[in-house]
T-cell receptor, first 112, second 113 residues
């Protein structure tokens, strides 16, 4: 049973605009949420994370928002750049005690 | 630092053959993981280890075995390969399990025919 869901398999955005990637989860025990970026033929690389005690975390062009009551998080990329084109995975885990649960990924295409 | 290194990058196996996917990390991380990614799917945890000599099953362990004799190495063994094991395999390591980011290798693309 998929505990982390990314319901949009793909997203296309123009360069300079905002990209919003969404993620929902079902396990209320999850306390840590991460976003990974993956290029073809490479392993996932860590992008940004947030813990359940926060509702927002920002790192440069990337911001993650967490809505615990809705069990929903989103990744905002502003402004989007062609180099951001990749597959983005949402991941979650409970308190240090288990490994990451991943969503199926959203393929982002940023067009010039 | 090389990070997490996986070998081989590609492999084709015949049904019933066996092989070992190698994974080594040079970051002195205690925690290591094996994931598989099937087409259009997220990563599913096969096995993990919280330190040398300690391993445990993840979500999809059937058909696989692991060992962790050193902090650096975490090989994944496939016995009696089956077409259902065709996938991309990723090894990862982290300092603290779950609460901080895991670092991934480049992956091993395995095809069983």
């Amino acid at each position: 049973d998929q505990q982390v869901k990314q319901n949009s398999p793909s997203l296309s955005v123009q360069e300079g605009r905002i990209s919003i990637l969404n993620c929902d989860y079902t396990n209320s025990m999850f306390d840590y949420f991460l976003w990974y970026k993956k290029y073809p033929a490479e392993g996932p690389t860590f992008l940004i994370s947030i813990s359940s005690i926060k509702d927002k975390n920002e790192d440069g062009r990337f911001t993650v928002f967490l809505n615990k009551s809705a069990k929903h998080l989103s990744l905002h990329i502003v402004p989007s750049q062609p180099g951001d084109s990749a597959v983005y995975f949402c991941a979650a885990s409970a308190d240090p005690g288990y490994a990451l649960n991943f969503g199926k990924g959203t393929s982002l295409l940023v067009t010039p | 630092n090389a990070g997490v290194t996986q070998t081989p990058k590609f492999r084709i196996l015949k049904i019933g053959q066996s092989m070992t996917l190698q994974c080594t990390q040079d970051m002195n991380h205690n925690y290591m993981y094996w994931y598989r990614q099937d087409p259009g799917m997220g990563l599913k945890l096969i096995y993990y280890s919280v330190g040398a000599g300690i391993t445990d099953k993840g979500e999809v362990p059937n058909g696989y075995n692991v060992s962790r004799s050193t902090t650096e190495d975490f090989p994944l063994r496939l016995e009696l390969a089956a077409p259902s094991q065709t996938s991309v395999y990723f090894c990862a390591s982290s300092i603290v399990q779950g609460s901080t980011e895991a670092f991934f290798g480049q992956g091993t693309r395995l095809t069983v025919v």
